[in-house]
């Protein structure tokens, strides 16, 4: 099976070009790298000739809120194009769990968006929904320091999973039929000041209900999963006590 992977040179689109691979699939990384450009269009006909699966695990490489909308819905739009014109059986893209409850974002504007686009294309999908990374949580520490250099974060509750689980999720799905939608979360639920805490011991970490996430208002229920979530193996405790030791 000939399956490409739109951002197939990042943190997720390796592992899953990887995991493919050994699998004995054609796998194929699309990106800038291999001189495939979803925005422009370049290259993005040729990669597709004889695909039966694209992946899109692309991320926004901006995130302004007109910036990540057109990033997502002209790669979006150009990728469903191609696929509809060569006849590609399967679409399946990473988007983000709650990103329908969260329109203070304009980064889940975009995903939304993105959504939107390919449940309207006509071509069969698998939208998976997926919580926060393990391995963004540094990043939200960093992201969320004041000028009090304390680390201002909502005490809603979380529920990461690792990339690795992604990758296996995002690779079960693409050699198999179309889902439609599907949550995938990591097993262990907890506050996101808690999380930041135990990821970045040394943050002067500031619970405040107030900051929301990222310009979006969130409960204990926004970011984690429903009941029919997929859940991941890896434990957010034990990824933490590996990633200090360094």
Avoid at 76 to 96: C, I, M, Y
Avoid at 128 to 144: G, K
Avoid at 172 to 189: H, K, S, T
Avoid at 217 to 237: I, K, M
């Amino acid at each position: 099976m000939k399956i490409v992977i739109i951002g197939g040179t990042g943190q997720i689109g390796s592992k899953v070009v990887a995991r493919l691979s050994e699998q004995g699939h054609e796998a194929v990384a699309a990106s800038p790298r291999t001189g495939v450009n979803t925005l422009t269009g370049e290259g993005l006909r040729e990669v597709l000739v004889g695909a039966d699966v694209v992946v899109d695990v692309t991320n926004a490489p901006d995130w302004e809120d007109q910036a990540s909308l057109d990033f997502f819905t002209t790669s979006t739009r150009n990728q469903l194009a191609a696929e509809v014109e060569l006849g590609v059986k399967h679409h399946v893209a990473l988007s983000v769990v709650g990103s329908r409850e969260m329109p203070g974002s304009g980064y889940m504007r975009a995903k939304v968006a993105q959504e939107d686009l390919i449940v309207a294309s006509g071509v069969r999908y698998s939208i998976l929904h997926a919580t926060q990374f393990f391995e963004f949580v540094p990043w939200i520490a960093d992201a969320s320091k004041g000028e009090d250099g304390k680390v201002h974060v909502s005490p809603a509750h979380f529920q990461p999973i690792a990339a690795d689980d992604v990758a296996d999720f995002v690779t079960r799905v693409a050699v198999g039929e179309p889902v439609g939608a599907v949550e995938i979360a990591g097993p262990d639920r907890l506050g996101l000041d808690e999380a930041v805490r135990m990821a970045v011991p040394d943050a002067d970490v500031v619970s405040d209900p107030a900051v929301g996430y990222f310009g979006a208002d969130v409960d204990d229920t926004t970011l984690t999963a429903g009941e029919n979530a997929w859940l991941g193996e890896q434990r957010f405790a034990d990824w933490v006590g590996v990633a200090l030791r360094g």
